[in-house]
């Protein structure tokens, strides 16, 4: 449309008074600053009025292995919550005092604001009930349930970068698990499931693209009917070969945790982020590499052209259709590793659909990180929180439906496509066949 | 489609070039009719070689996993007619059980048995079609809703809720029950709908999302007392007052019920909206092209909200037809896998009002043959979901299909030079082999 | 270096794109390649380029047969291309830009970028652009754009360097800047072929040009060959450029528009206080590089785009309230300016589409079901009766030539009765042939009285048909003026300059397509 083309600015005498008009007419952003006054609200009138007076919220921050242990830290809940909401409603007005001289604030803000929401979140669940809030589980069980959300979300990223979406993710975690649980058990090895996965998710990645590049099949069908493809698949061998023979095919392998010495020491941090199978440290190189190749490599610049414009990138001797195969068929090996994670990776034999929607979650991580691995890391982290906390919430027992809290992922990337979380930006050609 | 259609066409020049930059998934949606036409173009040969392939493929799953087969294999060299005579049997009998279990079963004790498959497949179709149908409606008009899931599961709530907790007159209660499907599924596609009209918040995604919210709000409905009704912690609801169920059409021994009826008449309705009425011709112009509709002074976010309501409501009556005709109770599992099915379905049905009809009975047939299957041959219902998804990818790539069986096809040619070319090519093929879709005004066939 | 073309031929199905096409550039030569819409120009380039392999006869480098798997065999050997439209990404740098498949790198496929930047400067230091090598290319005029596009190809050291209508989305001032561009590489030694089929341009330009009809060389001819005679080899026959038209006698006001501002979703200013008026039976054209708020001004005459401030009344009455559809009621013609995006349904039949904006009117419709027969029946006439080339009216409309599609739409829009007309490009695209049937047919509807606004980025047909001229430059109004205008003037006027500036200006200083124009008058 004509908005993308700029006027020429060969002779910019009248360019002046334009310019001032822009500034004068940009619209207040009241978005976030009203967001942050409704939470803030509902921190001091929900969390911390509905608090029965004189109760304590007891937290705990560490488990009994680890390697320094603490006391369990009792706070008066009502003060904590009081002094929380505070903390959250100044920021909710600096929010305000910003969006009118319209100066932007750093992505610590919401960050920010977002830990004292969850902290106050806590202190009024955990008030008076006599049992602890287990951060350390909390947060280490936040990060294994991310761990396949990262995965695919990273799978999802390479995919859709270089132009090719991907609705299989689910799909290809799905097929990752059963690999892995299938090789791991015949080899008595979970290693060997983790070698195996990639290729289940890679060969489901490899239908994707070969439909996608060679037929032009619309890539969202593709991807809809290969996650039928594969739940029929794996469910029809789970029927069949895995409970016929389970004890060859089927049996629980479990890679071992691996505590890096050292770094797993430290307190609450050590437990929660380094002590941890391979999969996990796999997923921290994963992610860190990417996030400097996508954007700093000629792998990388090369891919973003591909899905941007695929046409500037063949005139300057890019092959398209292959730099999508190969990055499609990578993405989904990196998923099918993530699916390992249900199977070997936590221990368990395979079991139908135990995907459960998860590839889903991770399409929405990857969306609401703005297709940039560091952002969708942080999405995938606090979708894993949620979940995390609607674990732990419901064995404690707190008046908020752990069902809430297990669709909040869903309801917020709703928010962020519908433009509320800022603008959402995918690549330019992503889902548009490549057609000389 | 002769050579000659190919000279009518402009010179490459003036047909639209590469795809400019910008607009993202909504480029995407605009290649959907692309899709849908490479689907549209595909003529019946091409289905039949479709489900050919697919019952091959679920051939050698069935003959991979059977133990009988495997111990011939062991002696291959040896006696190789054992295999392949083993292998025919154990294929035989599972496609005459599927056959059998859909159609006719002449296996059966009574006559009346014989053709309770026939009505079995009616039953599982009802609401394949409807949501099928709903489905399709998107994709003719440029949406892919993806949430037939979603809206199915909230039909299906509202319909057993009214069908549960009031007390109302026969065919009052129907009526409410089935409108209450309706309306849930409306509301779930609906806001999908508004907010891509109101936001341009893209459909797949928050189609998507919306199936999984669907999914907890129904595991947390389902532990509500006041919900339920039945007095005790199972999560499943009390069944739906007689007055409130889709009759029976046989009598006792069969499921088969009025839904039937509904799902024709549907099929009717959206043919009379898509291809005859103003409100479907505003539909399928944002579908080709957002841009010239708006032009053209059609209200576009106000049609695209429709679009999705209208296949939402679709959907929610698949849902309340599937609880009120065959379920009874509402429990967490309501839904099955019936949401992806419909897309399955309407992608058969080349997204067309009869040919979602008949994909519908085909897979329908295929879930009723499916049961049979597993009783007697204990080849598990799963495999369906294999031979329908192949059927799917297959028709949408018929040049795959035409090279499996090495036959000469337009398409096979690598290097296509443009989608109009190709357009004109589709057309003019689709109306040559498919009498059925002739008469259908076109719908297909966009450009940038 | 020379580039040499032997037979190519390139055929798409049965559709001869090129037919033996033989064409030699010499060593520093500025080559044009004068073609309509459709001759097959693109193909040819995209040949040459090694986007398309060639079906018969050879491309030969310094005497050399050369084969090309792909652009980049092409670059490799020395060939550059500057596309159309720009193969830039919007979201990239100008660095990422210029080095994209070509990257410098250091360690494990990491991209140096201290040395990609390097490069940039030095290349723009050597021509004298100003382009910042850290600026997005989205935030970058066209013209810096087309900059960009060009240091790409010299980057990668070309010899040889295509340029494709190079000057479509440039001012006259910008392209003086180009030609100089253009004349500074010659100098080097870079042979340049140069598409187009702007006339003036090329006998300005072009050491020699090559004209190309219907995939097929026609003729060669020099600067010096007159524009009618470049014309008629060109389209084939003889051509008028000019449309004869009787005076414009204005009736009474019948659009107005006062005060008018449109501001993007993101709040940059399109359109910005912008007042006109325009009188029964009187042709008013609005002049300006693409881009520059004329589409925005249509967009909100028919409704499409919401004005943040200002009127527009239609005899007497306030069009603000009204929707699309109650403005296209009450009688405005509209043919947009893309005809593909927004005046017709590819995939909807001729028929489909001539209803397109009356679909719910009477008689084609009762509001809820549509009367396909009456549809019919009515497009089948209004076809013929303007000479629509087709087979019936229930094919698809994107089997007919663009040519014969822009008359459908000027069929539906001239069928009825209409208190406005507003016209977008209304020949973009469409063949020579074409273009004289819908100039006649415009001047036609002037002269029933219909008020007629026409935008248009061809100053030839601006001045064609203009009785007054009104001028955008960003978003504004820069002046409006006698349908006679001085060519150079409007060039000033389009680069932003008032129009009386523009006039003393122009008078002591002529622009070379200015004075490629006065020649041909003298000519005349």
Known sequence: MSEQTTAPETTAVHAEPLEQAEARLQPIRWKFPVTYILLGLLSLLVFTLLIPSGAVTQFRVSTANDFITFDAINVPSFGTALVLSILQLALAAWAV??????????????????????????????????????????????????????????????????????????????????????????????????????????????????????????????????????????????????????????????????????????????????NHTILVYLMYVIVFALSILVFKSRWGLRMRAVGEHPKAADTVGINVARTRVINTILAGAIAGMGGAYFTVGQGLAFGQEMSAGQGFIALAAMILGRWNPKGALLAALLFGFSTSLGQTLSTIGTPVPSEMLLMLPYVITIFAVAGFVGRVRPPAAEGVPYIK | MSEADRKNDAAPESSSPAPAPGGALKEAESRLHYALRDLAQSS????????????????????????????????????????????????????????????????????????????????????????????????????????????????????????????????????????????????????????????????????IMLNNIALYFLAWLLRQQWFVQTGSNQPIAAPVEDSARLFGLLGSGFRLHAGIFIAIAATVFVWWLLERSTLGFEMRAIGENPEAARTAGVNVPKATALVLIIGGALCGLAGAAHLLGTEYRLAAGIAGTLGFDAITVALLGRSRPLGTFLAGLLFGGLRAGGVLMQAQTGTPIDIVLVLQSVIVLLIAAPPLVRAIFFLPGTDTKPKKPRHRRRALRDTASRRAEDPALAGSAQGEGSQR | MKLQLKGVTKRFGTFTANDQIDLTVQPGEIHALLGENGAGKSTLMNTIYGLYSPDEGEILLDDEPVRFSGPGDAVAAGIGMVHQHFMLI????????????????????????????????????????????????????????????????????????????????????????????????????????????????????????????????????????????????????????????????????????????????????????????????EILCIAGVDGNGQTELTEAILGIREAAAGTITLDGTDLGPKSVKQRLNSGIGFVPEDRSTDGVIAGFSITENFVLDQYDQPPYSNGVAMKHEVMRAAAAEQTSRFDVRLGTVDDPISTLSGGNQQKVVLARELSRDNRLLVASQPTRGVDVGSIEFIHRTLIEERAKGTPCLIVSTELDEVLNLADRIAVMYRGRIIGTVPGDTDRDVLGLMMAGVPAEEAKAQAATHHTVLGEADAEAEEQA
């Open chain 1, 97 to 274: 005092y910003a969006a009118v001289h319209r100066i932007r604030l750093g992505a610590w803000h919401p960050v920010l604001f977002g830990i004292l929401f969850v902290l106050a979140f806590l202190v009024y669940a955990g008030a008076g009930r006599g049992a602890f809030i287990p951060m350390v589980t909390l947060l280490s069980g936040a990060l294994m349930l991310s761990v396949p959300l990262i995965f695919g979300a990273m799978c999802g990223l390479v995919g859709e970068r270089s132009g090719i979406i991907n609705i299989a993710i689910e799909g290809q975690l799905l097929a990752g698990a059963f690999l892995a649980a299938v090789a791991a058990s015949f080899f008595t090895s979970a290693y060997v499931g983790l070698l195996a996965a990639p290729f289940a998710g890679a060969a489901v990645g490899a239908l994707l693209v070969w439909f996608a590049v060679k037929y032009h099949v619309n890539q969202i069908i593709v991807g809809v009917v290969l996650n039928v493809l594969v739940i029929g698949l794996t469910s029809f061998f789970y029927s069949t070969v895995l409970t016929q023979n389970a004890e060859l095919w089927n049996t629980r392998q479990q890679l071992p945790r691996l505590p890096i010495p050292g770094l797993s020491q430290i307190p609450i941090i050590g437990p929660v982020l380094f």
């Open chain 2, 44 to 207: 019946w040969v091409i289905t039949v070689l479709s489900i050919v392939v697919a019952l091959g493929v679920g051939a050698v799953l069935i003959l991979a996993t059977n133990a009988q087969v495997q111990d011939t294999l062991g002696y291959f060299f040896a006696r190789p007619g054992d295999f392949f005579s083993a292998s025919f049997e154990v294929i035989r009998d599972a496609y005459s059980a599927l056959f059998r279990g859909a159609v006719y079963d002449w296996q059966a004790a009574t006559p009346q048995r014989s053709i309770r498959p026939l009505t079995e497949t009616l039953v599982n179709a009802v609401p394949l079609i409807l949501a099928g149908l709903g489905i399709a409606i998107g994709f003719r008009s440029g949406m892919l809703n993806i949430g037939g899931q979603g809206q199915i599961i909230l039909g299906a709530t509202c319909a057993a809720f009214i069908g549960y907790a009031f007390q109302l007159p026969l065919g009052l209660h129907l009526l409410l029950a089935l409108m209450g499907g309706v309306l849930g599924g409306a509301i779930w596609g609906g806001i999908a709908g508004v907010l891509k009209a109101k936001t341009g918040a893209n459909e797949v995604i928050v189609t």
């Open chain 3, 90 to 281: 919007p979201v990239f740098s100008v660095t990422e830009s210029v080095m994209l498949g070509y990257e410098p790198t250091k360690g494990p496929g990491l991209i140096d970028f201290t040395e990609a930047r390097r490069r940039v400067k030095e290349i723009s230091a050597r021509f004298g652009f100003e382009v910042d090598p850290e600026a997005m290319i989205e935030d970058l005029p066209v013209g810096a754009q087309q900059r960009v596009e060009i240091i790409k190809a010299l980057s990668r050291d070309a010899k040889v360097l295509i340029l494709d209508e190079p000057t479509a989305v440039l001012t006259p001032q910008e392209t003086d800047e180009l030609i100089s561009i253009m004349r500074q590489l010659k100098a080097s030694g870079t042979s340049i072929l140069f598409i187009t089929h702007k006339l003036r341009e090329v006998r300005a330009i072009a050491d020699k040009i090559t004209v190309i009809r219907r995939g097929k060389v026609v003729g060669e001819a020099t600067p010096e060959s007159t524009e009618t005679e470049l014309a008629s080899l060109m389209v084939g026959r003889e051509v008028s450029l000019t449309t004869q038209k009787e005076p414009a006698q204005p009736g009474e006001t019948a659009l107005s528009i006062s005060g008018l501002s449109v501001v993007s979703a993101q709040g940059k200013t399109l359109l910005d206080d912008v007042s006109l008026e325009i009188a029964r039976g």
